[in-house]
């Protein structure tokens, strides 16, 4: 594949249409029985685990990728995480781990799968409530592993219950529905991120093993995967490499530590940086609680932080932030600087340009040592197509690099429920009534990123990474009925603002081992496609496209009511391999109604076609012919 401008070309010349999903949720947590990685007990031991099985066992490689390609979804976003290569100790890479990736690898080859590999993250790490650093990146900076949840400065599923036990619920409270983002302003992770991205701006004296703790950490992740870089860089199913899913600012450019000014979350406990940096330092604090029914307008309660009085560190250790001289405790925490992290070289700090595009670059420099030629996947931040959360691009910068930004109907996402007619404009704080104007603004948004794109990045080609749906929705209904509809209304609501965008996309997710009791294995989330061995919502997602066009793609449409797709383009006669689009046999059957249409009925050179329903693909061939051409096929 090459890019030209914002198209990605196979080597016929063809403009291609790349559709897949991430392989897959249960690859943020270490192999184990279904529902373990919810347990306390699989926070223990963690130079112990291993992440062999992570998609699936290889034994089950071949069916999967079979399901797959025969589902269209042949372009995959493969999930890694730092633990799953480092967990044992800095540079002690898990070789076995390695291996078995090399062979799934081979198998979706076989399979004419590809995939890129995607450092997978959510708030920093699964013992701060989500994925991806392994433990001792913690344990170096001094924090007890143990004491992370008990002082506040992280909540995670694993150890929430026993830490909430009330007469109501003497085996622990269930934990709060997609609360796990609010780790983004516990103390925990946003520490890691901020020295990740900035320890030597806000941190400078802080080192380890003789480095800057900055320098320290982002050598170790990029020293991981460019060795997984190394070991799987042959491997022809791999078509690039993500830099990393998701990042966050931690606390830079925050302008007052004593006020919550972006909470992740706007429902449950919104502690301020201060609050948590005296938490975690062993004082109690209280946290105001904002009601969900208000979405999080209207405060609620207070909730105590760390009331045991612990400190999160090690003797020996202390907070970072003390030492850097952004408080102290003479007797009392006193804020000495509110506006520490605020500055970057003596102007307003601009996370995306000053830490995230310098640390993108360097770990382009070093992976492209390895490999000079391979596609790179770059992210802005979490669940945003907007300007803001996306990095310049220009001429200077490396080329071979895709946008590929997330988009979640937020309303279905947080709630767990979906009208066709209903939704939420969480930026505009703005209600959204009737289907149309639902459908408009989800093709909105999509389209503000490549608008982004377009004006700042270099007019580089977009793919949306992540997108999808909670299966548990509506109170788990569907799975005592087995009624997918609404999910099968939403999916292809969503995905006909892919199709209205032309866009590249990966949905959320496919989890092999997913169950209806356990879901994805991480976070109690339930967005797998695939579970107990079938599809789910197929109507949804298993749908018509061009997965190659012999010229410029004009136009993409599915009605999935009356069962007829629609696809334009203009051809190009110099292409001489065929469009190549997926007709899925669900939709379509063995004898779909097939027809052509050219812009010049009097033109020598027409376009033809082939079906071949065994493989659910049609071919249409451009025969010598330039000019527009539509394809409709029905029922």
């Known amino acids: ?34 529902g373990w990685g919810l347990s306390p007990e699989s926070l223990k031991n963690p130079a112990g685990v291993s992440f062999v099985g992570r998609p699936f066992p290889l034994e089950e490689a071949e069916a999967h990728f079979e399901r ?139 080192s380890v093993e003789g480095e800057n703790v900055q ?89 105590t932080f760390n009331g045991g009085g612990l400190s999160l560190f090690r003797e020996g250790f202390c907070c970072p932030w003390k030492t850097a001289g952004v408080w102290t405790d003479d007797g009392e925490p006193d804020l000495l600087c509110e506006d520490h992290f605020a500055l970057h ?67 279905a996402l947080f709630t767990k429920t979906f009208r066709s007619w209903f939704t939420i404009d969480p930026d505009e704080a703005k209600i959204i009534l009737g289907k149309k104007k639902v459908q408009a603004y989800f093709a909105g948004c999509l389209a503000r990123g490549i608008k982004w794109t377009r004006e700042h990045m270099g007019n580089m080609p977009c793919l949306l990474g992540e997108f999808g749906l909670a299966f548990d929705m509506n109170k788990r209904k569907a799975f005592a009925n087995g009624d997918y509809s609404v999910h099968e209304e939403a999916l292809s609501m969503y995905y006909d603002a892919v199709d209205a965008n032309l866009l590249h996309s990966t949905l959320w997710n496919y989890s092999a081992g997913n169950t209806n009791e356990t879901g994805d294995g991480w976070n109690d989330e339930d967005l797998s496609i695939f579970s107990e061995g079938r599809e789910r919502a197929v109507p949804g997602w298993k749908r018509p496209y061009p997965m190659a066009a012999a010229g410029e793609l004009l136009s993409i449409n599915w009605d999935r009511r009356r069962g007829i797709f629609r696809c334009r383009f203009r051809a190009d006669s110099a292409v001489t391999a065929p ?41 249409v061939y451009n025969n010598g012919f330039d000019g527009e051409t539509e394809i409709i096929v029905s029922t």
Request: include cysteine; charge should be neutral; hydrophobic fraction near 40%.
């Open 579 to 619: 469009t190549l689009v997926y007709l899925p046999s669900e939709s379509f059957g063995p004898s779909p109604l097939i027809e052509l249409r050219i812009t010049d009925g009097g033109v020598a050179e027409r376009p033809y076609y082939e079906y071949k329903p065994e493989e659910q693909r049609l071919l």
């Open 68 to 206: 797959l390609r025969r589902a269209g979804l042949t372009f995959l976003r493969m999930v890694i995480t730092w633990e799953a290569l480092e967990h044992a100790g800095p540079g002690l890479y898990d070789e076995a781990y390695l291996a078995y990736l090399r062979k799934i690898l081979l198998v979706a080859e076989q399979k004419d799968v590809s995939v890129y590999i995607d450092p997978h993250q959510d708030v920093w790490s699964r013992w701060t409530g989500g994925d991806g650093a392994p433990a001792w990146t913690l344990e170096r900076l001094g924090m007890d592993l143990d004491r992370l949840d008990r002082t506040g400065a992280a909540l995670t599923r694993q150890r929430y219950a026993e830490l909430h036990r009330t007469p109501q619920y003497p085996q622990g409270e269930p934990f709060p529905r997609m609360m796990w983002p609010s780790n983004y302003n516990r103390y925990a992770a946003a520490t890691m991120f901020s020295l990740f991205f900035g320890g030597r701006s806000y941190a400078p004296e802080l």
């Open 345 to 411: 070289e003596g102007r307003r700090a601009d996370f995306i340009e000053d830490f995230l595009k310098p640390f993108m670059l360097r770990f382009i420099e070093k992976m492209k040592e390895a490999d000079e030629h391979s596609f790179f996947f770059i992210e802005g931040m979490p669940h945003s197509s907007h300007a803001a959360s996306h990095p310049s691009w220009g001429k200077a910068d490396p080329p071979n690099v895709i946008n590929a930004f997330h988009w979640y109907d937020g309303f």
């Open 215 to 303: 320098d320290w950490l982002q050598g170790r992740y990029i020293a991981a995967f460019r060795h997984c870089y190394r070991r799987l860089k042959n491997c022809a199913a791999i078509a690039g490499w993500g830099i990393m899913n998701e990042p966050h600012y931690g606390f830079i450019g925050c302008r007052d530590l004593g006020r919550a000014e972006n909470p992740m979350v706007p429902t449950g406990p919104r502690p301020s940086p201060w609050d948590v940096i005296r938490a975690a330092s062993g004082y109690a604090v209280d946290v105001p609680v904002y009601d969900a029914r208000s979405m999080g307008r209207r405060l609620k309660r207070h909730e």
């Open 1 to 34: 594949m090459r890019i030209l401008d914002n198209q990605i070309l196979d080597r016929e010349g063809r403009s291609l249409i790349l559709r897949g999903v991430n392989l897959g949720g249960e690859s943020k947590i270490p192999f184990g029985p279904a």
